[in-house]
């Protein structure tokens, strides 16, 4: 179950220059919500940038989490009501691009605009224009380029604070509403680890901005490691985890898409109700990003998903040897199929969470079946014939999906064939009710009830009863 968001951290940039310009710090973070230690600090960012790159106009803007872009100075351009496009979570080129000619438009010989990148999402926007025409080449460009990266991480800090520094505190309510949600959402549609995992990714970016986000579990590389990382805590911050012993970075920051270098560290523990503990790990390129606040936040979102991770576990380990053998012997030693199907069925439910079970059985007919319920005594021909027509029956019947599984306002199926000597004369077909538990990660102990009683159903069809 070891499952992971992959995270590229793209390059927007050209290639660098030796000698980077001299980027100021606002050090203290008290600062970032002084309008005059703002003013001074874009004041002598713009002279010292001058050097390299000269200048009539540095303007930068801040994207906070979430929110539109915030003007960090000069406080003048507010007047213009630039269009500033949003970062989601990357700005779009042909919107930079637009923002360059608007400028250009505006009366300005040159413009560059370029975005303030951390990992995978944008932070803030950078632009700067001179009077004079053709100013700016690949130079100047790549020069602005590692004034965007030198910004970077306190741009980051800058606006997952913001909030609080301007006293836009009224919105969290309905973010941290909208973030419930979202994990009720993603419990209840997520059909497997994986997906899960995407989906809570996606609900924890405006409050929890992370280039990764992944679940370790007992057999995942690196199980060890996490586990005397965590010690006897619920939960791990590692302001910088390139620079702490305790950090097993090797195992736990790469990704399908290639390696990260996570920087911001914040991970919870899961206590599922049985079986060994998860870790949930949300990570950034950026340094120090989080805090005591976020880790409350991810102890409360594994305590949320605990339970379903628990169901993953239990249908990946599948049934027990016990279950699958009193499976057979009931269906072996019983001459009553109906009797022995309704008590197959009970055990099958210890393992599988539906409410209903039927077997679509063929006849004579390629394209029509008859349903079969556990304890159903009447004959074969004397039941209903009737089309196919969902399409993941069909496709299952075809041989062309190994299962079929769909959820629809909670309620879910799952189809697995019922296979005798490689023709499949069938389908097991398993349905759960609002809120439903059941997923497409049964599909693999539901495929091995239904070779279980395929044979026998074989045998039935064949004696026309």
Known sequence: MDSALDATVPDGHLPRPAAAPLVPILAREESWADPATIASWHDALSGTLAVEVPHDLLALWLYPVPGEAVLVGPTSLAEDRLDVPPAAPLVEEGRLLGLEEFVRAAGYGSAVVLPIRLGRRDVGLVLIAALRADRYGETERAQLGLVADGLAHSFARWGRRWGTLSGETEQRPGRMAALLDGVAMAIAEAAS???????????????????????????????????????????????????DRRWPGEQSSRSRSGELELRAVVAARVAPPEGPPLYVLAGSVGRDLYDA???????????????????????????????????????????????AMRRAAYVASLFLPFDEMRVALRLSQEDRVVLVAPGERRALAQLPSIPVADPGLARVLLGQSRYAYAMLQG??????????????????IFTARHPSLLREVHASPAQRLADLIAPHFELLRRAGG
Not at 221 to 235: P, Q, R, V, Y
Not at 312 to 328: C, Q
Not at 411 to 428: F, N, Q
Request: hydrophobic fraction near 45%.
């Open 193 to 243: 680890p994986e997906q899960l995992v995407e989906a809570l990714s996606r609900t924890l970016q405006p409050i929890l901005p992370h280039d990764h986000l992944q679940l370790f579990s007992q057999e995942s590389k690196g199980w060890g490691a996490f586990e005397e990382l965590f010690g006897g805590s619920d939960w791990v911050l590692l302001p910088d985890a390139s620079n």
């Open 411 to 428: 309620d879910a199926s799952l189809v697995v064939p019922l296979r005798v000597a490689g023709r499949i004369l069938g389908a097991a």
């Open 293 to 339: 606040d976020d880790a409350a936040l991810l102890v409360r979102l594994t305590g949320l998903i605990a339970p379903q991770m628990a169901v993953f576990a239990a249908a990946t380990s599948g049934p027990s040897p016990t279950e699958l053998l009193e499976v057979s012997e009931l269906l072996a030693t019983m001459r009553d199929l109906p009797e």
